[in-house]
T-cell receptor
Framework: GQNIDQPTEMTATEGAIVQINCTYQTSGFNGLFWYQQHAGEAPTFLSYNVLDGLEEKGRFSSFLSRSKGYSYLLLKELQMKDSASYLCAVLDSNYQLIWGAGTKLIIKP | EAEVAQSPRYKITEKSQAVAFWCDPISGHATLYWYRQILGQGPELLVQFQDESVVDDSQLPKDRFSAERLKGVDSTLKIQPAELGDSAMYLC??????????????FGPGTRLTVL
């Protein structure tokens, strides 16, 4: 079966750095996405990785290791508005998105 | 900036009633997705359209759910009869292209369904 694992909840302090991990086992791989979802709202795109390595975009970075079936999202200089759920999703061999359950990130002052 | 439109934003209904949701994707986006998201879980694909054709509806409970995209533009998702377990957020998303050369999915604001 296909499976994506990420922590259910994480807590971090405003101004700090947090890393959200995602491991996956899917039938094929055509890329990994990170989405941000605020409570009651739709997911919004953060990043896409298809090759190994680190992609940096402002305060957010995403890393991929295909051999390990592993990715992480790194958030720097945390702000209160970063409190949200972060969803990891993998595009499988049929180009279908397989979604993780999301990690709820709580930012404390 | 172009957006995916959905209506209604909120719907409260009683079990056994019929409900319908509407989605208008970004202009020019050929691929349209309907997802169901239960609180605390990731989105679950219900149906995928490429233009007016269904590409994948393997997870759609066809005894009560139906979806159409007659002219390959906007789409309607219907539930009849609604059950208590259908309470969820129903998300519509669209992409510029289909199964190859994947682009990011753009989501609408969703319809929050509560079945009493």
């Amino acid at each position: 079966g296909q499976n994506i694992d990420q922590p259910t909840e994480m807590t971090a302090t405003e101004g700090a750095i947090v890393q959200i991990n995602c491991t996956y086992q899917t039938s094929g791989f055509n890329g990994l996405f990170w989405y941000q979802q605020h409570a009651g709202e739709a997911p919004t795109f953060l990043s896409y990785n298809v090759l190994d390595g680190l992609e940096e975009k402002g305060r957010f970075s995403s890393f991929l290791s295909r051999s390990k079936g592993y990715s992480y999202l790194l958030l720097k200089e945390l702000q209160m508005k970063d409190s949200a759920s972060y969803l990891c999703a993998v595009l499988d061999s049929n180009y279908q998105l397989i979604w993780g359950a999301g990690t709820k990130l709580i930012i404390k002052p | 900036e172009a957006e995916v439109a959905q209506s209604p934003r909120y719907k409260i209904t009683e079990k056994s009633q019929a409900v319908a949701f509407w989605c208008d994707p970004i202009s020019g986006h050929a691929t349209l997705y309907w997802y169901r998201q239960i609180l605390g879980q990731g989105p679950e694909l219900l149906v995928q359209f490429q233009d007016e054709s269904v590409v994948d509806d393997s997870q759609l409970p066809k005894d009560r759910f139906s979806a159409e995209r007659l002219k390959g533009v906007d789409s309607t998702l219907k539930i009849q009869p609604a059950e208590l377990g259908d309470s969820a957020m129903y998300l519509c998303a669209s992409t510029h292209r289909g199964s190859e050369n994947y682009n990011e999915q753009f989501f609408g604001p969703g319809t929050r369904l509560t079945v009493l």
